[in-house]
């Protein structure tokens, strides 16, 4: 994270600062019935809606460039940019021994992710930084990039998605000693309302020893070094 970036440590009073950014809970709002309904029909009725949509907007949707769209969007929808929705597609994450016993943190900074703002549904890209100390149990590195994108595959509010990644860490490798930080672009920002392009969103969550000043400026000094 930047110095000229806004950091946040969620939760905080002070993370929402207008009345377009606001997430009213760490849980992602979904309805009870979610996910009775089958992909397949999923993508027919989102394809169905999205050429209305078109069709509104006055696009010919007979031009050989914009006929197939419908179908492209509603599976793009349903089986990639929101398929951290629907839980079957959440990640297993096997644990092994730490049989070296390494007690230090674990950092794997610059994780790409892409996501999509849950106001106005277009996207929220930056990189996430994750560390961990093992309380007996380790994770492979690939699972912890999985369970970042598991959590950016959906719609989203950054302060959101930093409490879900560290939440699904401790859950994951019993430990409460998480930090993540995460930096981000929001095209709600940069390409439509304000229409500023360079400013970027900071958030950050941290638990148990990573709340430990000596601890917390080993992590932030950590992922701020170049590489």
Same mark, same amino acid.
């Given at each position: ?5 806004t ?10 600062d ?5 997430? $009213? ?31 509104? !907007?006055? +696009?010919? +949707?007979?031009?050989?460039? +914009?006929?197939?769209?419908?179908? @492209? #969007? ?6 990639e940019?929101?398929?951290? !929705?629907? %839980? /079957?597609?959440? %990640?297993?994450?096997r !644990?092994f ?8 943190? !674990? ?8 996501s ?6 277009? %996207? ?21 990039? @999985?369970i970042?994108?598991?959590?950016? /595959? ?8 930093? #409490? ?5 860490l @401790?859950?994951?490798l ?21 229409g500023? $392009?360079?400013?970027? $969103? ?9 709340t ?8 932030l000094?950590?992922?701020?070094? %170049?590489?």
């Amino acid at each position: 994270m930047k110095q000229k970036e806004t950091m946040s440590n969620t939760p905080s009073d002070d993370v929402i600062d207008d009345l377009d950014h606001v997430a $009213t809970s760490f849980d992602t709002p979904l309805r009870a019935d979610a996910f009775k309904m089958d992909d397949e029909l999923k993508v027919e009725l989102i394809a169905k809606h999205f050429k209305e949509i078109m069709e509104i !907007l006055g +696009l010919d +949707l007979t031009d050989d460039s +914009l006929k197939g769209t419908p179908n @492209r #969007v509603a599976k793009m929808y349903v089986k990639e940019v929101f398929s951290g !929705l629907n %839980p /079957k597609n959440k %990640p297993h994450a096997r !644990l092994f021994e730490n049989k070296f016993g390494y007690d230090q943190m !674990l950092v794997e900074k610059e994780i790409t992710f892409y996501s999509h703002c849950e106001h106005h549904f277009v %996207p929220i890209y930056g990189k996430a930084h994750v560390a961990y100390i093992s309380s007996g149990k380790v994770i492979g590195l690939s699972k912890i990039n @999985r369970i970042v994108q598991y959590y950016a /595959k959906r719609p989203q509010v950054q302060e959101r998605m930093t #409490v879900q990644i560290a939440n699904e860490l @401790r859950k994951v490798l019993n430990t409460e000693d998480v930090g993540v930080v995460i930096d981000a672009n929001h095209m709600c920002v940069s390409s439509r309302g304000v229409g500023d $392009t360079n400013s970027k $969103t900071g958030t950050a969550h941290f638990s148990g020893k990573f709340t430990n000043e000596d601890t917390k400026k080993e992590f932030l000094n950590y992922i701020n070094t %170049p590489v």
